[in-house]
């Protein structure tokens, strides 16, 4: 067998029967087919796509002008879906943007220094001003220790002890 | 197989399709010039005129459709046939899902078909020889046509088909001894 493309040769080398048959094709093509298929085509193809697929004895009917003002509704259609699409993504950027801002302004308070600004400004404050500052402002002194609360110290008379007690169970 | 000539014509047609003035024109040469090949290539597989015909239409919808966007990475001819052997095939497997409820068989319908054509006789060669060729397998039956009408290189149908030229080699040998004995016993 060889490569070269003589199909005669190869089928000879095939000790092929087919060899010496003719091989023109014996269908018949409706006169003139062949002439008037590119323009025909052309005018096909230029004219609308599914023209031709609905030639031959399509059962299906059509609204009148269906495929004039196809054209113009595809168009409507799609501009209006490219409207869509362009809003709603900005929608979205817009309340995704919000609702970051939100989370950051929130984890700011929440995680910002200043739960433990107090605590860590006092620390840095020399403890003598802290007391000097007690003593000043509440007339307080700090090293002397408090005195244990006791109901005894409140100056509450016994009547209005039973009233509460009467109001919120005994028990 | 087209040669250095064809292949120019067919840039310059491809060239000429994707400037919009002179895209009408430029599809026109391109019907004209491989109307005829891609016809028989498709009657061959489908046997009656009017499919062919819509089938062939089909295969220009897509070409007008898609040929902008052809980047010559193959020949023209080999693409036109691609698109032509995809519409062909999957014609033929709707036609087979629509008609698997009868009781006929793929080859029965297409020898009816054959029976039905204009001047048919049972007797005459040509007609054996095509009713021989209708008993082969749909791949079978293209890559036979694909070689023995279309004189198409094993190399160029590879890359159609996206088999191995040895496997398509090896195929249209069986086919050449199919048909034969097809022949034989008829």
Sequence with gaps: MNDHNNIQDELKEMQSMLADMPRKMPYAVPQGYFSQLPEHATATVTAGDNVLTLKHDAPYSLPKGYFDQLPETMLAVAKEKTSQRRTIPRAQWLAAAMLACIISFGGYIMFSEHTTVPEQMLSSVPKVELNNYVQSRYGMDVNTPIKEISISNLNIENKDIIAYLNETGWE | ?186
């Design chain 2, 1 to 186: 197989m087209p040669d250095e000539n064809d292949r120019l014509n067919d840039h310059m047609l491809v060239v000429s399709f994707k400037n919009e003035q002179l895209k009408e024109t430029a599809f026109t040469q391109l019907v004209r010039k491989y109307q005829e090949r891609l016809y028989w290539h498709i009657r061959r597989m489908v046997v009656v005129h009017e499919d062919a015909n819509d089938i062939l239409q089909n295969v220009f919808i897509k070409v007008w459709k898609n040929l902008g966007e052809f980047r010559e990475e193959a020949l023209l001819y080999t693409w036109l046939y691609r698109i032509a052997t995809n519409e062909t095939l999957t014609w033929i497997e709707q036609q087979k899902k629509h008609t698997s409820v009868s009781l006929s068989g793929d080859e029965n319908i297409l020898t009816e078909q054959l029976a039905s054509q204009k001047d048919y006789s049972p007797h005459k060669i040509e007609w054996k020889l095509q009713q021989a060729i209708l008993s082969l397998p749909d791949k079978q039956r293209l890559v036979f046509n694909l070689r023995y009408y279309d004189e198409m290189p094993y190399e160029q149908m590879s890359e159609l088909l996206g088999t191995s030229a040895g496997a398509l080699k090896a195929s249209y040998h069986h086919a050449v001894k199919k048909v034969e004995t097809m022949l034989l016993e008829g």
